[in-house]
């Protein structure tokens, strides 16, 4: 017992001293004049987040859906800033405040694997095997034959591959550990989502085109700034999951009072979600509710099943409207320009099917060729996360994804097992279809490599962890 136990220690001290080390690397980046200002707020930031780790904790995953918000950080005359970033490092405001916290978790690990030896300190890493070889396929693409450039590739692979694992699925499994936990982080994701509604609300009675009596959900400026992006995907991708996690709050919450209001903001995210009139949303929609139909609601649908009909009926002008959007000269345009980067993609694969063409190259590949840019003018990124992995990473990074994405579903049908029948799978079903759709929506979109994807489905792991807790608890 004793050497099983200083095992887990070293494991600890490993991976603390590991979050160091990448931070390290990643600041390194940064030169004069403004390293020193740079590290006098990065070393404060860390020490708030020390001692107040779940408020830099929730704060940080409040901003994710604020992808509108980013910082440009000069990297000063290195070589190495100059050579991976270009001159300056773009980030999202989200990276910036994951940062401290993530730094502060490794501080932590080594406080307390030294100061206590607190096992409880030890990492739960979910999926960590699958994810590594995710991001070894993107290390691998140096080696393509389209010669990518080594430097900004391996930059690529650490952010934000790995950042990515690191911010939003190993930190919440890490911090979320107790149902009040649980609670805290998804009202502030609630929080965001609710926020991002309310400004798509507004849009539907004001307008662009004053001919219109009402107009399409999308984000709106919040005080002059873009921060929930301009397009009204970046609304939908967000009611796609926000709906389902307020759902699963309040199933999670004891106030009754507080119940019916989570339910209602559910009902109001997906309104809001319909009114963007997105494909992808409805698409995904259906998915998520056939998955809950098909499974812990069964009984549900079969005792509520003539309101699910008149639901549906009220649904079909939303329906129709979404069908006439297709036949338009916008949706139109649209497809056909999503159709051509499925084509150079598929292109550049199968000159280069093993490897791709290196990690992070997609839009530099795509400004590369010319009919693209003479027909649509400036390059765009993949819409779509298989085509993106598929042209940068090859046969290595669509294998990789497959293993993720199998060992994921795996995971949730052991632990809805383990739950039993009770009110914990039906929790845990609705943080499934919040992450589900979190995945599937960036099928056809572009924010794969951010929160928006990738929390929700850290959320739902972290859920497993303390739903399944409390059932083994109350078996014993």
Request: proline share 4%.
């Amino acid at each position: 017992m004793h050497q099983v136990t200083e095992e887990r220690d070293y494991a600890t001290l490993t991976w603390g001293m590991f979050l160091i080390l990448v931070l390290t690397l990643t600041f390194t980046a940064i030169g004069p004049p403004y390293l020193s200002i740079v590290l006098l707020a990065l070393a404060f930031a860390i020490l708030f987040a020390y001692r107040f780790i779940y408020a830099a904790f929730y704060a940080a995953i409040f901003l994710v859906p604020f992808l509108g918000i980013m910082v440009s950080v000069p990297t000063g005359g290195l070589l190495i800033g100059q050579l991976s970033f270009g001159g300056s490092l773009d980030v999202f405001l989200v990276e910036i405040a994951m940062f401290p916290v993530l730094a502060a978790w490794a501080m932590r690990l080594i406080a307390f694997w030294v100061g206590r030896h607190d096992v409880n300190w030890r990492p739960r890493l979910p999926l960590i095997k699958e994810y590594l070889l995710l991001f070894l396929a993107h290390v691998l693409s140096i080696f393509s034959s389209a010669y990518p450039d080594r430097a900004f590739t391996l930059q690529f692979s650490l952010r934000p591959v790995l950042f990515d694992y690191l911010a939003f699925i190993a930190l919440p499994v890490n911090l979320i550990k107790s149902k009040k936990r649980l609670i805290g982080a998804l009202s502030v994701v609630l929080v965001a989502c609710v926020t991002a509604a309310l400004t798509g609300l507004v849009a539907v009675f004001f307008p662009s085109d004053p001919s219109m009596v009402l107009g399409r959900a999308h984000p709106l400026p919040i005080f002059g700034v873009s921060a929930l992006g301009e397009n009204h995907n970046e609304l939908a991708e967000i009611m796609v999951y926000g709906s389902f996690l307020a759902w699963a709050l309040a199933m999670l919450v004891k106030d009754q009072r507080w119940r019916r209001i989570l339910l209602w903001l559910g009902a109001f995210q997906t309104l809001i979600g319909i009114l963007t009139f997105t494909r992808t949303f409805w698409i995904v929609s259906v998915l998520q509710a056939t998955f809950l139909a098909l499974t812990v609601w069964r009984d549900s649908v079969k005792k509520y099943l003539s309101q699910l009909m008149m639901l549906g009926i009220l649904l079909l002008p939303f329906a129709i409207g979404v069908l006439y959007y297709t036949t338009t000269y916008t949706a139109q345009s649209s497809d056909t320009t999503r159709l051509s980067l499925t084509e150079i993609a598929f292109d550049y694969f199968k000159d280069n099917p093993i490897f791709g063409v290196g990690a992070g190259s997609f839009i530099q590949h795509i400004g590369s060729t010319a009919l693209f840019t003479i027909e649509y003018g400036a390059p765009l990124d993949s819409h779509g996360f298989i085509q993106k992995l598929m042209m940068e990473t090859g046969s290595l990074g669509l294998a990789a994804l497959l293993i993720l994405v199998v060992a994921f579903v795996l995971f949730v049908r052991q632990g809805l097992r383990s739950v039993g029948s009770g009110r914990n799978q039906k929790i845990l079903s609705l943080f499934i279809a919040a992450a589900g759709g979190a995945f599937v929506y960036q099928l056809f979109n572009t924010d794969y490599w951010t929160g928006k994807m990738w929390l929700p489905i850290g959320l739902c792991l972290a859920a497993f962890q303390v739903l399944g807790h409390e059932t083994e608890e109350k078996r014993s």
